[in-house]
């Protein structure tokens, strides 16, 4: 039988982000994509200008409508939430859907390069930070890493002396950080999108999984600028991965 991932996001028209990255890559991978949208978007939020359509009110429609279809998930994958509203949605899903056989990966989509994103509310991080902990493996950038600890005035404290501190000062408080995210909210911790030069000079991109016990850096030289999308690609592959053992 198909293994079946709920992806809990967004569709964006234009974008190549969120649910338009996620179906595709966890389809090829050989996973059946279920997709709950939280939002439908003329293009993401990236864009100078969009309409949103909040779907916040059809979201327990698809739970109980999957519910009388009997339908299990080996996965639930959950990222962009436009309210707190949609938050709760989400609880009620996990609450009918997750077995001890469900891979539960939260992506907490706030914020990023020292931002929170127009959605952001401090009542939203709140429960954010309640849906991390149902989590089995949580992926924030940087910046949702320091909302998630801090807050919203929290973090841009601590993004200021990010500025002042060498490389390697910089990456040993970013483990620091994964260390306590992985302690407050036990759940394993992959803090994505690291930009940083290597000793040699190099501009490269990392991820840090951290662990119960340890601390891993996956680093490549980092080619072109930044894209929206790419986390959600890293998040697909890893919640399919995952899912397939």
């Not at 293994?3 to 982000?17: E, P, Q, T």
């Not at 429609?61 to 339908?71: T, V």
């Not at 924030?140 to 390697?168: F, I």
């Not at 407050?184 to 662990?211: M, P, R, W, Y």
Request: proline fraction near 2%; charge should be negative; hydrophobic fraction near 40%.
């Amino acid at each position: 039988m198909t293994k079946k991932i709920a992806v809990i996001n967004d569709l964006s028209g234009f974008g190549r982000c969120s649910l338009t990255a996620a179906i595709s890559v966890i389809s090829a991978m050989g996973i059946q994509a279920c997709p709950l949208p939280t939002a439908l978007l003329t293009a993401q939020t990236g864009y100078p200008h969009y309409y949103m359509d909040d779907y916040t009110d059809k979201m327990d429609i698809y739970r109980q409508e999957w519910l009388k279809m009997g339908q299990h998930f080996n996965g639930i994958y959950t990222g962009f939430v436009a309210s707190e509203a949609q938050i709760d949605q989400i609880f009620h899903f996990i609450e009918t859907f997750h077995t001890q056989d469900t891979f539960l990966l939260v992506d907490p989509v706030m914020g990023d390069d020292g931002e929170e994103y127009s959605v952001y509310t401090e009542e939203l991080c709140e429960k954010m930070r309640i849906l991390v902990q149902e989590a089995a493996v949580i992926t924030p950038n940087v910046t949702e890493a320091l909302l998630l600890l801090y807050g919203s005035r929290g973090m841009h404290t601590e993004w200021q002396k990010l500025a002042d501190l060498s490389m390697e000062a910089l990456l040993e408080y970013i483990q620091q950080t994964g260390r306590l995210l992985t302690e407050k909210f036990q759940a394993e911790t992959v803090i994505t999108g690291i930009s940083h030069e290597s000793e040699d000079g190099q501009k490269c991109i990392s991820n840090l999984i951290c662990q119960k016990n340890s601390q891993t850096w996956i680093t490549t030289k980092k080619e072109g600028g930044s894209y929206s999308g790419t986390g959600d690609l890293f998040a697909s592959v890893l919640c399919a991965d995952m899912v397939k053992g």
